[in-house]
């Protein structure tokens, strides 16, 4: 019995003392990944407006083919529009800005021609201008490069709204010319022709943004611009059918410098 007395204490020495060297140890790290602080980047957030200009290539081939007769040489295929677009970010929508913004441009080619009127040489000026007008609000998405602290975002939008197209031909002799004569409504020399038609603009576009700083935005990219072009008028409320295909569809590169807030 004593044995077994001895035994037993000596037992629960050994455990006791075990047990409190597992109380004086510290606790193991265990951190799993979803515990680890995330990099503190600020959510994306951005309002501001600026000045864009854009390079388009539509196809005036078939306004060529009617002006190229009359002495006039053909349209530049490099149309340039500028304007100015603005925009903000939704506060309760992550990476979404909505916007607007109104273009314009217009292409114009000029030719003095040596023609026969009424059996008689005569110096002409002729000129053909196209011209396109539109704008339209915009939704776009932005994916922000967090590496870059935000500096630099990748923009994908779109563009929805209304526009004019036009195209004027004109002639005049190179005589001087009085207030009292500019109208003369029994002149065949001097006139001027125009069509013009409405047409749904929609513009799928995709941008780099860099902010240089905190208050000022640099942008390049590329889109495409569409045309959805209606009933055509001439002399401004007449309306003409048989008119050619003439549009604005053209691919288009674009850049802007915009001010506000970009972080």
Same mark, same amino acid.
């Given at each position: ?111 003095? /021609?040596?023609? @026969? =009127? &009424? ?11 196209? +011209?396109? !007008?539109? $704008? ?97 008028? /001439?002399?401004? @409320? =007449? &309306? ?11 691919? +288009?590169? !674009?850049? $802007? ?7």
């Amino acid at each position: 019995m004593s044995r077994f007395l001895i035994v037993s204490c000596f037992v629960m020495l050994l455990v006791g003392s075990s047990f409190a060297q597992d109380k004086k140890q510290p606790p193991k790290d265990d951190f799993e990944l979803q515990e680890m602080p995330d990099d503190d980047v600020h959510p994306y957030f951005a309002v501001g407006g600026g000045f864009t200009a854009a390079l388009q290539m539509p196809d005036f081939g078939n306004i060529n083919s009617m002006i190229e007769p009359l002495g006039i040489g053909a349209l530049d295929k490099n149309l340039v529009s500028t304007g100015g677009m603005g925009f903000v970010s939704l506060p309760f929508v992550n990476h979404l800005r909505i916007g607007g913004g109104g273009f314009s441009a217009k292409s114009t080619q000029c030719q003095n /021609v040596i023609d @026969t =009127i &009424n059996g008689t040489l005569t110096s002409l000026k002729r000129t053909a201008e196209f +011209s396109l !007008n539109y $704008g339209g609000l915009t939704v776009e998405y932005v994916v922000p490069l967090t590496f870059t602290q935000n500096k630099v975002v990748i923009v994908g939008g779109l563009m929805l709204g209304l526009g004019t197209i036009g195209l004027e031909l004109d002639q005049t002799t190179n005589d001087p010319r009085t207030y009292d004569n500019f109208y003369d409504p029994s002149s065949t020399l001097n006139f001027v022709r125009q069509i013009h038609a409405s047409y749904i603009a929609y513009q799928p576009y995709v941008n780099i943004e860099y902010s240089v700083f905190p208050f000022l935005m640099i942008r390049a990219g590329v889109g495409y611009n569409g045309t959805a072009v209606g009933t055509w008028y /001439v002399d401004r @409320t =007449i &309306n003409i059918s048989g008119v050619p295909s003439i549009t604005g569809n053209s691919i +288009s590169f !674009n850049g $802007g410098v915009f001010l506000g807030i970009f972080r």
